[in-house]
Nanobody, 116 residues
């Protein structure tokens, strides 16, 4: 199973970016998918998750600004990020919980940099 993330980049404060992450490989079923981020010198933290049925969960710091969605047919998860702040600067990683045993897979990460 491979997760390929894209959509990161440099944006000014208040701007928007949309991240995408597509899963490929021998996949029978994907359970929850999500986005995490890691800023320099900090631990990786949850940004948002979404279940197969569409239930979502967000970190308090991004509620109202970020929206997670998924296309089950395309095995892809998205993260729409609006009203970006410098503190959103981090490497963003996508995650997928796969199969009946719920094995976690991670993408390589995509850099998001927000300038003030």
């Amino acid at each position: 199973v491979q997760l390929q993330a894209s959509g990161g980049g440099l944006v000014r404060q208040g701007g928007s970016l949309r991240l995408s992450c597509a899963a490929s490989g021998s996949i029978f079923s994907i359970n929850a998918m999500g986005w995490y981020r890691q800023a320099p010198g900090k631990q990786r933290e949850l940004v948002a998750t979404i279940t197969t049925g569409g239930s979502t969960n967000y970190a308090d710091s991004v509620k109202g600004r970020f929206t997670i969605s998924r296309d089950n047919a395309k095995k892809t998860v998205y993260l729409q990020m609006n009203s970006l702040k410098p503190e959103d600067t981090a490497v963003y990683y996508c995650n997928a919980e796969v199969g009946v045993n719920g094995v976690d897979y991670w993408g390589k990460g995509t850099q998001v940099t927000v300038s003030s």
